[in-house]
């Protein structure tokens, strides 16, 4: 049986509800009723009582209970046993990031990193900001670079806000000095990012926006280069732009709109000294 399934029930144990369990670990609450029900199909058994009083233990359960935890247990000390034997002097550093942050400037820094210290390797992995996060709950990252969220538990250590702002061809007779994010609407929009940076989605979502997206792209610059032609027009960080080559019209949004970016821990007490010292290396380079 997969250990994570255990590792999973033994969540759903102490929180005392299926609901809060699911948000805590990242998956939604049948994702979640539907692995417990193939841990009890699994066992023959069945070992949870779900009801208005949350999820307990039935009699069996209460019985196994001790085995699921020393076999969860017994794993975790055979995969640290296994690192140590490990033939290999390098200390991993594993850190998950925003697509955005790792090109402008988190691959820098990472490269400047390894070169300071060479028994040190970082793995840097790209992905959305919910994937990152339910990584993060599940031990797969040491730590991630994104914008805080508010579904997950974490520490986040803030590094700077980042504003949006419209961006419109150069030759736009758009008349106000200020974009009315509604206005998205009115105009073909060019999506950057679409599937890993959410932050857009998630300003045109709190804004009830339902935008015509004529493109999708991964590269920002390729966005404003569209722009640029007339074919549509996009919302992009201050970040992006003070870094990117451009000819566009640049408005502030109204309302505002800022992302803030940060590192996220599951705890800074309980991180390995290898990984303070990357996080201190990560907040120094923003304080030159």
Sequence with gaps: MDSKKIQTLLTVLETGSMLKA???????????????????SEMGLKILERGR???????????????????????????????????????VLRIGTIPTAARLWLNNIVREYRTLNGDVDVILTEDSRDELYQALVRGEYDMIVAGPHPKYRHEFVHLRDDDFFAVLPPDSDYPRRFFMVKDFESFPFIMPTLGKDTDI??????????VNVIAASADEGTVLKMVEKGLGVSMLSHFILSTEDHNVRKLPLYPEATRMLGIAVRSVDEMTEPEKDFLYFIRSSFLD
């Excluded at 699911?22 to 009890?40: I, K, N, W």
């Excluded at 949350?54 to 247990?73: D, I, S």
């Excluded at 989605?201 to 339902?210: R, T």
């Design 22 to 40: 699911a948000t805590e670990l990242g998956y939604t609450p049948s994702g979640l009723a539907h692995m417990m029900d193939s841990v009890e």
């Design 53 to 91: 009083f949350g999820v307990r233990l039935t009699k069996e359960g209460e019985l196994l209970l001790p085995h699921m935890q020393n076999y969860v247990k017994a794993e975790m000390q055979m995969l640290d046993e296994a690192k140590k034997l490990t033939v290999t002097s390098k200390t």
């Design 201 to 210: 989605l998630d300003i045109l979502e709190k804004n009830s926006v339902n």
